[in-house]
């Protein structure tokens, strides 16, 4: 009865962050797959601790937690395995549904797959999913002052990418 | 297109995009996932498993070599009773009580050792045995404790010529003794360098025939003292000039061994040939020529007789001289460098007799 109650509460509170946290997981990998298997194995990591998890309202920052170690984890292995540079991305098949190279979301996302993890990470959860500074600080560690400056460097990097300006407002 | 810098307010509108990965489809991920990684756990078990019986069975099977066909019953019944009888009086008294009435009813092969192990000092009741059994051996950890490199001796003894020397190398940092053998034209061959420690004068075998000279070794002050150990597994003898400085570390040597047998008893086992006693032998015009006047009184001498170490004659021409002032001499030819017994014998059937080192 009790298990039955846990996993009923933790539905509940999954079912609220799940597309977000869907969303992270597409913005922060290389493919649709990967980041269905990033999600999965979150929620997982997730559900098998959920008894520790105290307050509901600590849930959020819990579950993007796990995703972002687990992310690290994927992308040390994808440097470790993968001899795949970044110019032959393009040349291979992909799980996209369809990918929409005209359209400038299609180009963010493309340039978002060539910066680094950690700036991908910042941009992604304070400009894509619009959290505060001390919510991203919750999951990725450091210091408010780190990840602005984090922000600032993924912000130019961008605008680099896309051929712009360096100012940044 | 937009601009670069609307670029960044794309980033929104990401947030709103569709990812297609709906809260069923992950549900039924996390389902796979969660199968999957139970057959990790069992077939991880199972190795696991496996692996622990492998090393079990590895670490507690008895070897499945058979016993050495040397080694029988017999063999350890001699052992047992070629065991010097001291050796067996310093064994406690209840390691002898709690001894089997038939100790070679069951012979058990030790474990074989599978891998060389650094070389460590012996323990206690090891050396104990090492010590009193023969006296080679007791010179042998002699001079292990005076650091004479086996290895480098037994190199140079095979690589030295008849008529090559041995010259100790100058260094000036005095981290090794380093020696060449240099041939007899003077052409340097090879140089060989080991922990520095005493340079013996001569290496001789056992009967006193030179097989190394260290050129400059032997002086006319000297006092030699000979240290028995093995090259090649050949028996010879390490010779030593017995100067103040080589007596110091040889004391300092043999007190690391106190505890084990008294330098006393290590000293008293050594061969001594003291050359203060007669001039040294000296090389002139191709016989050796030696001076004996400080030798005694050998007026009436009737007979010179050469022996070696061993005191086997040595065939060889040897004639006495008496000078017109007093002095005597005697006068070698082609007797083989080293060391060697020279036996004066007079009219009244006296004899003296001294060591005489040939160059």
Redesign the interface.
């Known amino acids: 009865m009790q298990r039955k109650r846990d996993d009923e509460a933790f539905m509940a509170a999954l079912t609220k962050h799940h597309d977000a946290l869907a969303r992270f997981a597409r913005l922060l990998t290389r493919s649709h797959d990967d980041a269905q298997d990033l999600t999965a194995e979150t929620v997982l990591k997730a559900l098998e601790s959920w008894h520790t998890v105290r307050e509901p309202d600590a849930f959020r920052t819990f579950l993007f937690r796990i995703a972002h170690r687990l992310a690290i984890r994927h992308n040390f292995r994808h440097r470790l395995f993968d001899r795949i540079d970044d110019g032959m991305h393009d040349t291979f098949r992909t799980s996209e549904p369809s990918p929409e190279r005209s359209t400038d979301a299609a180009l963010v996302r493309d340039h978002l797959k060539r910066m680094s993890a950690a700036h991908r990470e910042s941009l992604v959860l304070v400009d894509v999913l619009g959290w505060t500074l001390e919510d991203v600080v919750a999951v990725q560690g450091g210091t408010v002052g780190g990840l602005k400056a984090r922000l600032f460097r993924a912000r130019q990097d961008l605008i680099r990418r896309t051929g712009g300006s360096n100012e940044v407002k | ?8 307010d ?6 709103a ?1 569709d ?3 709906t ?1 069923e ?3 039924e ?2 389902v ?3 199968r999957r990684r139970a057959q990790h756990r069992i077939v991880g078990t199972v190795f696991a498993t496996l692996a622990l019986l492998t090393l079990g069975f590895w670490a507690f099977m008895p070897p499945s070599s058979p016993v050495p066909e040397s080694l029988t019953k017999a063999d350890v019944a001699n052992t047992l009773t070629n065991i010097p009888a001291n050796v067996l009086t310093n064994v406690p008294a209840n390691v002898l009580t709690n001894v089997p009435a038939n100790p070679v009813t069951s012979v058990e092969r030790a474990t074989q050792p599978t891998r060389r192990v650094a070389s460590a000092p012996l323990k206690a009741p090891y050396t104990k045995v090492a010590f009193d059994r023969t006296g080679e051996i007791r010179h042998d950890m002699v001079l292990r404790a005076l650091d004479f490199d086996k290895a480098v001796y037994e190199e140079i003894t095979t690589t030295i010529g008849i008529n090559d020397d041995v010259v100790m190398v100058t260094n000036s940092t005095n981290k090794q003794t380093c020696m060449q053998v240099v041939c007899e034209g003077g052409d340097a061959r090879t140089l060989y360098c080991s922990a520095p420690s005493p340079s013996p004068v001569m290496i001789t075998s056992p009967s006193g025939r030179q097989m190394m000279r260290v050129e400059g070794g032997v002086t006319p002050s000297s006092h030699l003292v000979a240290l028995r150990t093995q090259l090649h597994r050949d028996s010879v003898l390490v010779w030593y000039e017995a100067s103040p400085a080589f007596l110091a570390r040889f004391h300092r040597a043999t007190s690391q061994l106190d505890a084990i047998a008294s330098a006393t008893v290590v000293e008293q086992s050594l061969t001594r040939v003291d050359l203060q006693r007669c001039a040294p032998s000296r090389m002139i015009d191709g016989s050796i020529r030696m001076d004996v006047t400080r030798c005694g009184s050998h007026e009436r001498v009737v007979r010179v007789d050469l022996s070696d170490l061993a005191g086997r004659p040595i065939p060889t021409e040897a004639t006495y001289t008496q000078g017109d002032n007093g002095n005597a001499a005697i006068v070698l030819s082609s007797v083989p460098a080293g060391v060697a017994y020279v036996r004066l014998v007079s009219e009244d059937g006296a004899s003296d007799t001294f060591p005489v080192a040939v160059p």
């Open positions: 297109m937009k601009s670069s810098n609307n670029y960044l794309t980033l929104a509108d990401l947030g995009e990812t297609h990965i809260l489809s992950t549900l991920r996390v796979e996932l969660r």
